[in-house]
């Protein structure tokens, strides 16, 4: 897996090479991973150099029972990258990526207002990131405890 971290198009036989295994059971570790839902191989897009310069964050309080509707209702739009169930002061902590902020008034306008059982939100526009980390990685304890398969 760390070999995938570094470089997603390496190919098996690399992988092989350097770990001492076959490539055929380089390639069925790979698959049961994937099949797993351990790993997915996919592209990373940097959203800031690709047009979605409004990042937001979004809190969200929900009528009591409601949270797991307006939950899935608010997981269905491309922009929310994340949405996730929590405790304190919001049911919902969502985050946002708009191409402008008109693409985001429309959002707030046409798209929030009309969900069902929202009861309050509160946003915060992101102006800059220290971190994003699109290059997390396992540590070597969680990939021998967890992913040993």
């Keep these: 897996m760390r070999l995938l971290q570094e470089d997603g198009r390496i190919s098996n036989a690399s992988i092989a090479r350097t770990i001492g295994a076959s490539e055929p059971t380089v390639r069925k570790r790979i698959e049961r991973l994937v099949s797993d839902q351990i790993i997915k191989v996919t592209a990373v897009i940097n ?3 690709s047009g979605y310069s409004v990042d937001i964050l979004m809190g969200i309080r929900t009528k009591p ?7 899935g209702q608010l997981g269905k739009f491309e ?24 693409e985001l008034f429309e959002f707030f306008s046409n798209t929030i207002s009309k969900i069902s059982g929202i009861v309050t939100t509160e946003s915060f526009t992101v102006m800059r990131a220290e971190r994003v980390d699109f290059d997390w990685k ?3 304890k969680l990939d021998r405890r967890n992913v040993s398969k």
């Design 79 to 102: 922009q929310v990258l994340y949405l996730g169930y929590t405790t304190g002061r919001f049911d919902l902590i969502a985050n946002m990526l708009f191409r402008s902020d008109d």
């Design 47 to 49: 959203p800031a150099n």
């Design 138 to 140: 396992f540590s070597t």
């Design 65 to 71: 029972g409601l949270v797991l509707q307006v939950g």
